[in-house]
C-alpha cells in the first residue's frame, strides 16, 4: 500500500464528517464499497489515522474468507489488536472477554447473543469516543452481520463511528450481505461511500508516486490498470522486475509468484491454504521446510512485498494475491495442505473447514458438531445452526457418526433446531422439529415457537403431544408449563390454572425452576384476571424469589411484577420492581432484549404517570426515532407520551418515521392514539378523528386500551361540535369495561376506572353538557398518581365550574392544573389553559408572575447569558419566536433588560 491518498479527498471528507459528528455526540456507521483492489483499505487507513490524532479510541477487525465458520471473528481481532486499556475493559464484560484469547467461556444461561451485544454496546460507552472499523464485509458471517445491524441501530448519541467495508465485485445477487447493505442505507445515520475507478489523470499522479518512469512505460501501466490501484501496485512491480505484462490480473499476479524460488512458492502456496493471514509457526510446520530454508524462503517472500509481517505471522499483501494462489492449486496439492493444516490446528470451527476441503468427512463431522457447541457458548445461534446443520448432512456419509458427534442424530438436529429459533428463525426451527420424532421435548418446543408465531391451534395440539410423550417429570413440568401457556388467552383459559398447578407441583419434586417460573406467572395472570391481586403479588413473588437458571423466564417475572404493581396504581411497587429487572438486563447485556426493552418501557410509563418528566423525556431520548424494525418502531412509539405532552418539535418527524409501521397493530394503537392528541393540540380534530378510528379498528372487541382512545375521541367530536358517532364510542368503551378481552367482566385496574370515567364525561361533552360532579369523579379516579390526567381533568373541571356559575370553583381548579402543567413543562396543556384563563379572566395566583412552561426555560436561559440565537439552539425553536417570549417576559415581569429579567426571577423563586 502507497503511503500517498490520490483522488480520494471527497471520500475521505464524507467519511471525517461522520467522524466529526461522532466525536460531538452523534453516533455514524460508514458503509464503504468497491470493487477489490480499489483502495477501500487505504482510505479508512487515513480516516484510522485522522481518529487517533483527534482522541479516538480506535478498534480494527477483519472478516476471513472462512465465512460463517467462524462466529465473530472480526470483534475477536479487534479486541486481540486493541490497546491493553480497551483489552482489559473488554474482560470485565465475560460474554466479550472469552473472544480474547487464554479466555474461558462464559457459562450460557439464554439469550447469549443478545447479551453479548449489550455487553459490547456497553463497552463501547465506556471507551468513547470510539471508531470501529469492520474490513471486508463481504465475508462476514451472519452474526457479525447481525452486529452490525445491531450497533447501526442501537447508537444514536454516543460518540461511536462504525466503518464498515466490502467489495461490491464480490455480491451477487443472492449474497447475504446485499439484504443488509439494502436495509442499512435506508437509515439516515448511515453514510454510504462507493469508491469508483481513479480517472486517468488520478491514476498518472498515483503511479508517478510508486517511483521513477518513463512516459511510455507510465502510459501502459495508466491505460492496462483501468482506475484501479491495486492493479497499478502489480504493474509497477512487474516492470521493475524486468518482467513482460501478461494479460488479466491473475496471470499478472501469478507473474509475481513465479519468479519466486521453489521454497519461497512452497510457502506462499501453503500460506494461501490458510487463508489471508497465517501464524509463522503454523507456516512452518506445514511447509516441510527445515527452519533454515524456511526462514530464507520467508524472507525472500516478504522483500518482494507478496507478503507482509502481522505480529507472530504473516498477511497476504491483498486478499486478491492470496485468491490468485490457492485458485492457482492442483486439486491434490490443495487437499493434503488443507489436510496438513487439520492435522495441526485446534480451533474446530478452522478444523471443519479443512476437513471439508480436504475430504475428510468424518473430521469434518466431528469438528462441525464441536464447532456448533463452541459457537451456541459463544452468542452465535446462526452460525450454531449452521455447524450442525453440517454435521447433519454428513451424518449418512461416515460411519460412526454419533461417536463422532458425541450425540445422537436426534439430539444433533435438536439443538440446530433451537438455534435456528434463537437466531430469530422460527419458521426454519419448526419446520425441522416437525421432520423430527415427536418426543416431549421436540413438542414442547414446537409449541412454544408456534405460539410465538401466533398459531395457536397448533400450538396447543403440540403442547398436548408434549405431555403425553413426557418420560420424566422435568420434561413432563416443562410441558405442562408449555400448554398452560399456549391456552390461557384461548376460549380454553379455564382449564390453564389446573394445568400450572399440576407444573409447578411436578417441577418443585423435581427442581425444574424454570418450569415452574413459568407456570406461577401463568398462575398470577389468571389471578389477576379474577380480582385476586394479593394472590398474584404472591404467586409473582414466589416466581422472583431465586433464579430461574433463564434470563429470560427471570425477565419476564420482573416484568409481570412490575406490570400488576403498576395496574393496581402502586407506583412505588412498581418502579422498585421495574428498577430491579432493569439492573438485571444491563447487568446481562440485556438491555434490548424482549424484555429488557418491556422493562425499561415500564419504567417510562410509571416516570410518566407520576409526574416525573424529566426523568420520562431522558429514558424516551433513548427511543430512537430513525427505526427500521418493528421493535424499533415499538419503542418509538412510547417517546410519544411524553413528546406529544411536552408539545416537542420531534413528533412529526418520529410520526413520519413509523408512518410504513402502520400495519403494525400495536404501532398503530400506540402512536395513532398519540397523533390524534397531537392533532388535538394544534386544533385539528377532523384529524385527530381519523387517528382514533385508525387506533380502535387495531384492537380486538372489549379490549381495555380502547378506553383512553374512545376518550380521546369523543374529545375531537366535542371541539367540532358534533355528537353524531359519540354513542358508538361509548359502546365501545362500554362494551371494554362489561366483557373483557375473554367475554366477560373482569377487575379493571385505578387506571382504567379513571379512564372509563373519562369516556362519560367526555361523551356528556360531546353532546354540549359540562357535568361537575362526574369530572369531580374522573378527578378523584386519576388521583391514584397519575399527575398529568388530573391536570387534565381539573380543566374540564374548571370549565364545568365556570358554566355552572361557580366562579371561585373553577378559579380554584383551574389553579391547581396550571400549577402543575407548568411543573411538567406540558406546554399544549399550559397553553390552553391560559386561553381559557383569558376567557374567563381569571388571574394567576402563584407567584410565578404568569410565566408560561416555555417562557420559564427561555428565562432559565436567559439568566445563563445565552443570547436568542442559542436560546433557539438549545430549545429547537425560531429564533424570533424566542424574541416574542423574551418580550413577554419582560412584559409581564415588569422588567426593561435581560439582567433585570434574571435578578426578578432570582427575586421571586424562578430559577
Not at 458503509?31 to 479510541?57: H, M, P, Y
Not at 493471514?277 to 530464507?296: A, I, K, Q, Y
Not at 464447532?371 to 455447524?387: D, F, M, Q, T, V
Not at 365550574?801 to 407548568?822: M, P, V
Amino acid at each position: 500500500m502507497n503511503g500517498l491518498l490520490v483522488g480520494r479527498a471527497a471520500e475521505l471528507a464524507r467519511l471525517a464528517r461522520v467522524l466529526e459528528s461522532a466525536a460531538e455526540g452523534t453516533a455514524g456507521v460508514s458503509l464503504v464499497g468497491g470493487d477489490a483492489g480499489i483502495g477501500k483499505t487505504r482510505l479508512v487507513a487515513e480516516l484510522v489515522a485522522e481518529a487517533r490524532s483527534s482522541g479516538f479510541n480506535v478498534l480494527v477487525g477483519q472478516c476471513a474468507e472462512l465465512g460463517d465458520t467462524l462466529p465473530y471473528l472480526p470483534l475477536a481481532d479487534a479486541l486481540r489488536g486493541a490497546e491493553p486499556a480497551i483489552r482489559e475493559a473488554a474482560t470485565a464484560h465475560p460474554l466479550l472477554g472469552q473472544l480474547l484469547p487464554g479466555m474461558e467461556s462464559a457459562p450460557s444461561a439464554g439469550l447469549t447473543q443478545q447479551r453479548l451485544f449489550g455487553s459490547l454496546l456497553g463497552l463501547l460507552n465506556e471507551v468513547q469516543p470510539v471508531l470501529f472499523v469492520i474490513e471486508d464485509l463481504h465475508w462476514a458471517d451472519r452474526s457479525t452481520r447481525d452486529l452490525l445491524v445491531f450497533l447501526s441501530r442501537m447508537v444514536q448519541t454516543e460518540r461511536v463511528c462504525v466503518v464498515g467495508t466490502y467489495r461490491t465485485d464480490d455480491l451477487h445477487r443472492r449474497h447475504p450481505l446485499r439484504s443488509v447493505l439494502a436495509e442499512l442505507k435506508r437509515l439516515p445515520s448511515v453514510t454510504h461511500v462507493e469508491l469508483g475507478p481513479l480517472d486517468s489523470g488520478e491514476m498518472s499522479d498515483y503511479v508517478a508516486t510508486l517511483g521513477a518512469l518513463d512516459a511510455q512505460e507510465l502510459g501502459v501501466i495508466v491505460t492496462r490498470a483501468d482506475g484501479n490501484p491495486f492493479y497499478a501496485e502489480e504493474l509497477f512491480a512487474a516492470l521493475a522486475e524486468g518482467d513482460s505484462l501478461p494479460d488479466g490480473l491473475a496471470s499478472l499476479l501469478m507473474s509475481r509468484v513465479e519468479v519466486l524460488s521453489e521454497p519461497g512458492q512452497r510457502v506462499l502456496r501453503a500460506a494461501a491454504v490458510a487463508g489471508r493471514r497465517v501464524e509463522d509457526e503454523l507456516l512452518r510446520e506445514v511447509s516441510g521446510l527445515p527452519l533454515t530454508d524456511f526462514e530464507e524462503a520467508v524472507r525472500e517472500i516478504v522483500s518482494r512485498g507478496l507478503l507482509r509481517v502481522d505480529g507472530y505471522g504473516y498477511t497476504f499483501r491483498h486478499a486478491l494475491l492470496q485468491e490468485a494462489v490457492y485458485t492457482d492449486l492442483l486439486p491434490g496439492e490443495r487437499t493434503r495442505l488443507h489436510a496438513a493444516f487439520a492435522s495441526l490446528l485446534t480451533s474446530p470451527a478452522e478444523l471443519a473447514h479443512h476437513y471439508l476441503a480436504g475430504h475428510d468427512l468424518a473430521g469434518a463431522l466431528r469438528a462441525s458438531a464441536e464447532a456448533g457447541r463452541l459457537a451456541e457458548r459463544l452468542g452465535a445461534p446462526a452460525e450454531a445452526h449452521r455447524h450442525y446443520d453440517r454435521a447433519l448432512g454428513l451424518w449418512d456419509r461416515v460411519a460412526e457418526a454419533e461417536t463422532l458427534a458425541g450425540e445422537g442424530r436426534a439430539a444433533l438436529a435438536f439443538r440446530s433446531a433451537v438455534m435456528a429459533a434463537d437466531s430469530g428463525d422460527n419458521h426454519r426451527a419448526v419446520q425441522q422439529l416437525r421432520a423430527m420424532p415427536p418426543t416431549s421435548e421436540v413438542s414442547e418446543r414446537l409449541a412454544y415457537y408456534l405460539i410465538e408465531l401466533d398459531d395457536q391451534p397448533r400450538a396447543v395440539a403440540a403442547a398436548e403431544r408434549a405431555v403425553e410423550a413426557a418420560d420424566d417429570q422435568a420434561t413432563l413440568a416443562r410441558a405442562l408449563s408449555t400448554l398452560a401457556r399456549t391456552i390461557t388467552w384461548s376460549t380454553r383459559h379455564t382449564e390453564a390454572p389446573v394445568i400450572a398447578r399440576r407444573a409447578i407441583e411436578t417441577a418443585r419434586a423435581c427442581g425444574a425452576r424454570d418450569a415452574e417460573v413459568g407456570a406461577l406467572l401463568i398462575l398470577a395472570i389468571h389471578a389477576e384476571h379474577e380480582g385476586d391481586m394479593d394472590k398474584a403479588h404472591s404467586l409473582v413473588e414466589s416466581a422472583t424469589a431465586e433464579g430461574s437458571g433463564q434470563l429470560a423466564m427471570d425477565l419476564r417475572a420482573r416484568f409481570h411484577h412490575g406490570r400488576i404493581h403498576y395496574e393496581q396504581g402502586l407506583l412505588a411497587e412498581a418502579a422498585e420492581m421495574a428498577d430491579e429487572g432493569i439492573r438485571i438486563a444491563i447487568d446481562a447485556g440485556l438491555k434490548w432484549s424482549t424484555y429488557g426493552t418491556d422493562l425499561r418501557f415500564l419504567r417510562f410509563l410509571i416516570h410518566y404517570v407520576a409526574g416525573e418528566w424529566d426523568e420520562a423525556e431522558s429514558m424516551a431520548a433513548g427511543f430512537g426515532a430513525r427505526v427500521g424494525t418493528l421493535p424499533e418502531a415499538t419503542l418509538s412509539s412510547f417517546a410519544l407520551f411524553i413528546e406529544v405532552a411536552r408539545g416537542a418539535p420531534a413528533v412529526d418527524d418520529r410520526l413520519n418515521w413509523l408512518r410504513i409501521f402502520w400495519s403494525d397493530l400495536l404501532v398503530v394503537y400506540m402512536s395513532r392514539g398519540q397523533a390524534a392528541e397531537h392533532a388535538l393540540w394544534r386544533g385539528d380534530p377532523a384529524t385527530a378523528l381519523e387517528h382514533v378510528r385508525a387506533a380502535l379498528d387495531s384492537l380486538d372487541p372489549g379490549d381495555p386500551g380502547a378506553l383512553r382512545v374512545v376518550a380521546v375521541g369523543l374529545w375531537a367530536l366535542a371541539d367540532l361540535g358534533r355528537a353524531d358517532g359519540a354513542d358508538d364510542l361509548r359502546h365501545l368503551a362500554r362494551f371494554a369495561v362489561e366483557s373483557g378481552p375473554m367475554g366477560e367482566r373482569g377487575p379493571m385496574g385505578p387506571e382504567g376506572q379513571a379512564w372509563a370515567l373519562r369516556v362519560e364525561a367526555e361523551w356528556h361533552r360531546a353532546h354540549g353538557r359540562l357535568d361537575v360532579d362526574l369530572w369531580r369523579q374522573v378527578v378523584a379516579a386519576f388521583d391514584f398518581g397519575f399527575v398529568y390526567e388530573v391536570a387534565r381533568a381539573r380543566w374540564r373541571l374548571a370549565e364545568a365550574l365556570l358554566a355552572a356559575g361557580d366562579r371561585t370553583g373553577a378559579q380554584y381548579e383551574w389553579d391547581l392544573a396550571r400549577s402543575a402543567a407548568q411543573k411538567l413543562r406540558a406546554v399544549p396543556l399550559e397553553t390552553a389553559l391560559d386561553e381559557f384563563g383569558r376567557r374567563a379572566r381569571f388571574a394567576a395566583s402563584h407567584g410565578d408572575g404568569g410565566l408560561t412552561a416555555r417562557e420559564l426555560e427561555v428565562l432559565k436561559l436567559v439568566a445563563e447569558g445565552l443570547t436568542n440565537r442559542e436560546i433557539a439552539e438549545r430549545l429547537f425553536i425560531a429564533q424570533k419566536t424566542v424574541s416574542v417570549h423574551v418580550s413577554n417576559i419582560l412584559g409581564k415581569l415588569e422588567v426593561a433588560t435581560r439582567t433585570q429579567a434574571a435578578a426578578a426571577g432570582r427575586d421571586r423563586g424562578l430559577l
